[in-house]
């Protein structure tokens, strides 16, 4: 088989086969976008199953991140250095093999290190989807196409969760992984068959320094703010230490790119308003998003009490309104320019978090459904645009590097969303809860069960265990009459607060998006 490199010089028509590339490209993104979300829904199954500790499953989850955000960069210049279609298939394979064996993990640690393996897989596989569509199709199309590639991002929100759901109650855990493969090997198969190779035809000599001291910087920040979530204790030293090394390293790497005659990155770029505005909304997109899912399914879970399959179908709403919103949104863009649709899919964003303040348990779904609805409807309106109007910075040769920033930068702002408004959630729960739970249990499970609705429910059954063995008298259980319903109480009471703070957050973001975005679109030559 005959394989093409695309010119440096675009034809305006774009790759004859252009489409069926991007149906190939987002069904690649599909599988670790998927895989961001199914796995959440079977965590407690792992942890029982394994016997494994809470930092351990914690670990579970972060090891992906941490792997994915801190090396995306490097694949996305190694992918335009040596081939973005090369970098595309090793990574899927890579995906799918550590996929088979977290399926088959029997102890917690082989699973930590074949998630790590599966977040080095989709390091390589995500800067190289957005990177070939930018090299496939012309300027003129470039919008919609990236529209179709977002909207994915919402498809895989709904699907995950649901998918999740399903698998755990007709198979095992392990499934959540092997549901990997079959799109694995077709998506592999159909990037050989169709997907053109494309690189820089004129490469930069290759910065091994610069890979190392971006990836270490990357990794320094993005644990610090892993930890800073888990601890709730940001101003430690376990916080402060990797976090501020992490800012000194890519401080390094920035000072060092601005001096190198052949930049792996254009610090330039930042510069650059279509470039800076579009991550900025990205940014802000991601935080708002990832830590206002936090607070949504220990909703639907742990205060209505809906199972795993159940709670996951409240994603669905969210992802009709995003690929709705996209869809629209090259649309509107070219008729509106880029700063209204992105600013008012943020404030958008805002208010349908801010709704959710007057939720409690009793609140008819429906209502829940339509600010979904209205949530990713905006989210549309910015994912699809902002990453149009980034990526119209950066020269075509270098789509890679700058596929892989504006997603790097986007799975920061979600790590720090998951931390920062965890912490707010766990931080007001524990506020309106400690007396009840100091009335309730012995020292030892007091920090645990104060932290969320799901510590003092696992800390309840936990004491209720201990008497049934006789190892603590009956007496012990004299507090947790009622408990049940105080931490409803005090979740319902911590979730009006996030939801706030998420909302005002996005609210302020659509701001500053407003005011530093370019009124009218890049004129494209």
């Known amino acids: 088989m005959t394989q093409t490199t695309i010119p440096e010089v675009q034809p305006q028509a774009g790759h004859p086969r252009r489409w069926l590339i991007l149906g190939v490209l987002v069904t690649s993104l599909l599988v670790i976008l998927i895989d961001n979300t199914i796995l959440n829904v079977g965590l407690r199954t792992i942890q029982h199953d394994l016997n494994a ?42 995906f799918g093999v550590t996929s088979v064996v977290a399926a088959v993990s029997s102890e917690s640690v082989p699973l930590i290190l074949a998630r790590a393996g599966m977040g080095l897989g989709a390091a390589m596989v995500q800067p190289q989807t957005l990177s070939i569509i930018q090299n496939v199709f012309p300027p003129s199309e470039r919008g919609k196409a990236i529209a179709i590639w977002s909207s994915f991002s919402g498809i895989a929100i709904a699907i995950g969760p649901v998918t999740g759901g399903a698998l755990l109650k007709g198979f095992w855990w392990g499934s959540l992984f092997l549901v990997n493969i079959p799109v694995v090997i077709i998506g592999a198969v159909a990037v050989l068959m169709v997907v053109p190779e494309s690189r ?58 601005t001096r190198s005659s052949a930049p792996a990155l254009d610090v330039n770029l930042f510069r650059n308003r279509l470039f800076s505005s579009g991550t900025l909304a990205l940014s802000v997109t991601m935080f708002a998003l990832m830590g206002a899912l936090v607070f949504m399914a220990y909703y639907w879970q742990a205060a209505r009490g809906y199972d795993a399959l159940k709670a996951g179908l409240f994603a669905v709403p969210v992802a009709v309104g995003m690929m709705i919103g996209a869809g629209k949104s090259s649309g509107l863009t070219a008729r509106f320019g880029h700063r209204g649709p992105v600013s008012t899919g943020l404030a958008m964003m805002g208010v349908s978090l801010i709704a959710w303040v007057v939720v409690d348990q009793d609140t008819t779904v429906w209502y829940m459904v339509f600010f979904s609805l209205v949530f990713g409807l905006g989210m549309g309106n910015v994912f699809a645009p902002a990453t149009s109007l980034a990526m119209s910075a950066v020269p075509v040769t270098k789509a890679g590097a700058g596929s892989a920033v504006t997603n790097t930068v986007r799975q920061m702002a979600g790590a720090l969303g998951i931390a920062a408004l965890g912490s707010v959630l766990s931080a007001a729960y524990r506020d309106e809860i400690t007396d009840a739970v100091d009335a309730a249990f012995p020292e030892p499970m007091r920090h645990n069960a104060a932290e969320s609705i799901v510590g003092t429910g696992s800390e309840a059954e936990r004491l209720v265990a201990q008497v049934q063995s006789g190892s603590v008298p009956q007496s012990a259980l004299a507090n947790l009459h009622g408990l049940f319903d105080k931490a409803q109480d005090a979740f319902i009471s911590s979730m009006h607060v996030t939801s706030i703070v998420a909302g005002g957050f996005a609210l302020l973001g659509a701001l500053a998006v407003f005011l530093a975005m370019p009124s009218r679109n890049p004129r494209t030559e």
Not at 53 to 75: C, K
Not at 221 to 235: A, D, H, L, M, Q
């Open 53 to 94: 500790t809470q930092s351990e499953m914690e670990w579970v989850l972060d090891s992906y991140i941490l792997i994915f955000a801190g090396l995306m960069f490097t694949f996305g210049v190694l992918g335009d250095r040596f081939g973005r279609k090369l970098l595309l298939i090793i990574g899927l394979v890579l």
């Open 200 to 257: 820089d035809p004129k490469p930069s000599r290759l910065d091994p320094l610069g890979v190392v001291l971006s990836t270490a910087g990357v990794i320094g920040v993005v644990y610090g703010i892993i930890k800073g979530g888990e601890t709730n204790e940001w101003f430690s030293a376990a916080v402060l230490a990797p976090t501020a090394a992490g800012i000194a390293v890519l401080a390094l790497f920035v000072w060092m790119q």
